[in-house]
């Protein structure tokens, strides 16, 4: 039936559509869930007509068999009567009833098969929606987590990338990649920063020394010649 076909088409594009359309998801899982309601209602109008034409055929076998008991009791009132003629006529018309009465058991047997089983998947249906409520619920909270989990990572990763922090790391590393270049041709030319540094230290302790040896020189040469 057309309805079962469409409601099994949103059930299986569900998701799909969800995937694919990813601007407004809850909102889209809302609408799909109305879709679903609406598929519902259909159904329900459809087993309602099915259920009304059960009634109506049920009802007119009630009628038709109370023809059928009719036209015996006629029957058999005119041939105690010694109307041979009548009774003919009555029994003709039971007759006819009775092949109505056949045909309409047999089409309310089917109707009311028929019925039963659009009942049954009118049942399934509601189960299925109800399945449905409770997924779209389950999904919008996972979608509310996924969007706060892209939000705070967005944030981690502006911090780590962007950030002040981030900036003044990169300028330190800058800096300690200047002083490797620089100590790295130092080291083409010949230079070697421990040894210069070295050197410098010697220098320095020997200026200090002629320093104090000057120095005690001329407190000698100004010293007084008698002490």
């Avoid at 899982?29 to 109506?56: F, G, K, N, W």
């Avoid at 309310?108 to 098969?113: C, V």
């Avoid at 619920?137 to 944030?155: E, F, G, M, P, Y």
């Avoid at 210069?196 to 104090?212: D, G, I, P, V, Y």
Wanted: hydrophobic share 35%.
């Amino acid at each position: 039936m057309s309805w079962i076909e469409s409601f099994s088409f949103v059930m299986r594009s569900s998701f799909t559509a969800i995937r694919e359309k990813i601007e407004d998801p809850e909102r889209m899982l809302h609408q799909l869930v109305c879709d679903m309601e609406e598929e519902l209602e259909t159904v329900r109008h459809s087993v309602a007509a099915a259920l009304a034409d059960e009634i109506q055929i049920g009802k007119e076998v009630e009628r038709t068999r109370t023809e059928v008991e009719q036209w015996a009791a006629r029957a058999e009132t005119a041939l105690r009567r010694g109307d041979e003629s009548s009774t003919r006529q009555a029994i003709e018309q039971k007759l006819r009833a009775e092949e109505r009465l056949a045909t309409l058991e047999k089409s309310y047997a089917s109707q009311k098969t028929q019925t039963e089983k659009l009942q049954s998947s009118y049942r399934d249906l509601e189960d299925k929606i109800r399945q449905a409520r409770h997924k779209r619920t389950l999904l919008v909270a996972r979608l509310a987590q996924a969007d706060s989990t892209r939000k705070i990572n967005c944030a981690l990763d502006h911090a780590n990338g962007k950030s002040a922090f981030a900036e003044f790391s990169r300028l330190e590393r800058r800096v300690e990649r200047e002083e490797a270049m620089s100590d790295a041709y130092d080291r083409l030319e010949g230079r070697d920063p421990d040894a210069a540094a070295l050197a410098a230290k010697f220098s320095k302790e020997e200026q200090r020394a002629k320093l104090e040896e000057e120095l005690e020189a001329m407190k000698q040469r100004l010293a007084p010649s008698g002490s």
